[in-house]
């Protein structure tokens, strides 16, 4: 069975720093493309970061300057490093990745992890 946890959120003031962390567990072949998506409270769900296998990232024009994706895909882990915070990136973040799997490719959401930037 494969899941993703992320983990790294927090309370933060504005202009500070945070890193979330995805890892994918389990039994799998490759890993695809793994996003962030976060979800603030009365609004939908949007893509903030994408990584695809190869490591080319495209971020949403908000985050754009401020925060870094990365993986390791030696370790089934991406990265969303986020500096210079705003109270606006108060969200639940998700982390979202494509796997396949000996039955084909399925697509896998995390938790999700809360991150609360104020004063």
């Known amino acids: 069975q494969v899941h993703v946890v992320e983990s790294g959120g927090g309370l933060v003031q504005p202009g500070g720093s945070l890193r979330l962390s995805c890892v994918a567990f389990g039994t799998f072949f490759s890993i695809h493309d793994i996003d962030w998506y976060r979800q603030a409270p009365g609004k939908q769900r949007e893509l903030v970061a994408a990584i695809a296998k190869g490591g080319g990232t495209r971020y949403v024009d908000s985050v754009k300057g401020r925060f870094t994706i990365s993986r390791d895909n030696a370790k089934n882990t991406v990265y969303l490093q986020m500096n210079s915070l705003k109270p606006e990136d108060t969200a639940v973040y998700y982390c979202?990745?494509?796997?396949?799997?000996?039955?084909?490719?399925?697509?896998?959401w995390g938790q999700g992890t809360q991150v609360t930037v104020s004063s």
């Open positions: 979202y990745a494509r796997i396949s799997i000996m039955t084909g490719e399925y697509d896998y």
